[in-house]
């Protein structure tokens, strides 16, 4: 490659009062719990969020009307220390079309990290890489990931849910 395109990247942590394995079990067995309503990609809001928990497992939701909407796929899975996704969802031409494509060369990767900081914290760092294999308008992707409706406000509302959701 003569002009490489440059790596697009968004960090974000969060730190809950939770311990580690609840905090994973939070993160992606009970999604649909605190994930935003607004942030779905079937026609009507979804109903479930599911992570089938394997590497090659789907990420997908269920919508009212009980279509599933892929979302990406289990790139890692070593529970509770980490989880990684596919991320199928990119750009459009003038802006973000929030559409599945399927192939692979062409998703971006969503990695979770859990630490355990104490017996009852655990701090979350999350990294989505490779935005530039979505193509053209990964920058404006990548600023939008970075923005504070995408990943902060994401993880701002499953922290309010792990934090509650001690046991």
Sequence with gaps: MSNPVA????????????PI?????VFV?????????THHIGKTPFKAIFVEPRVGGRWYEINAEGDQCPWGSVLAWDPPHLVCFSWHLGP?????????DP????????????????????LIELTHSKLERHGEGYEQLRAIFDGPSAWSGILALYAKTANGAQS
């Design 7 to 18: 790596e697009a990247v968004v960090r974000k942590t969060v730190l809950v009062k939770a």
């Design 103 to 122: 192939d692979l060369a062409k998703s971006s990767e969503v990695e979770i990290r859990f630490t355990a900081e104490s017996p009852s914290t655990t």
């Design 21 to 25: 394995k609840r905090a994973f079990s």
């Design 29 to 37: 067995e009970q999604m649909e719990t605190w994930w935003p309503a």
């Design 92 to 100: 459009g031409h003038d802006q973000p079309d929030w559409q599945f």
